[in-house]
């Protein structure tokens, strides 16, 4: 139990008892032999308003990112090939290992709850390194190995983040591949699923590394189906067009998504439009997970930790 955890929960005792204290002061002043300064309504609501808010910012640095929740999509893609309906694919992103909440028995959790889910494939899209407050840092060499229970008949893949990158992406990438995970670098890879083939090209991350993106696409024979990976969702205009999906992650969904205003921290070029969930722009699809872990800040507000089972079909 963190220091913050206590003086928290103590913060938040303090306003329900005073609370309950001036609910309390009933049938009025005169037991207490003086006068209040203020209606009794008014002192509540002085006592209530605080309370609210200490408890939703409680919620959103204590309970919400430690949530874990499975969230199911389907994406319907034109001249998808029929042998291909119904793909399953488990989306995980931004695992920020070691973060707030990130620790090796949440890694179990993570990876049980995938393996249930019986997809196809399972991908995790960047960001395995740490890179915000709260927790410790946990190296590679440490994370790598529990993620090797990952479980999927066609295979793991990947690809590396900014934060992996700012660390180190080539030890990263030697960590996850030393334990069965393939990671795409600018490289492409065919899979097959019961008799079908498609590619993965996985798309180097934006802003850590040179981009090749239509020379990767190239290298695939044409006619052949594409589903591409990459950590941020900003290189979705630039994407050719005969890649008909791609997935992405990066930006946390923003972290904190206030009523009517929504996501309060857009780490994109574009502001909301990439920040979460399925975009279809001119055919094209892209579909981006609020992932795991924090950033910079350990909260999360209305967007909770998330593994996206995905389901590709035929329109
Ligand atoms: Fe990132």
Redesign the pocket.
Known sequence: MSLSFVIAVAVLAGLALFLFHEIRRFPGPKKWGHTPKWPKRIRIALATIPLILGLLVFWGFFIEPNLLIVRHETIQISNWPTPLNDLKIAVLA?IHAGGAFIDQDKLRLIVKRTNELNPDVIVIL??FIS?GRGGTKMEPEVFAPILKDFKAPEGVYAVL???DWWYGGNRVRGALEANGIRVLEDEVLPVNVRGATFWFAGLA?L?TRPQHIAATIDSIPVDQTIIALT??PDIFPQLPHRVPLLLA????GGQVSLPFIGPVIE?SNYGQRYVRGHVVEEGHHLFVTSGIGT?IIPVRFRVTPEIVLLTVKRQ
Not at 249 to 252: P, R
């Open positions: 931004d960047g960001d890179g983040g900014n934060h991350d802003w950590h941020n992650a990066h930006t946390h780490p950033s």
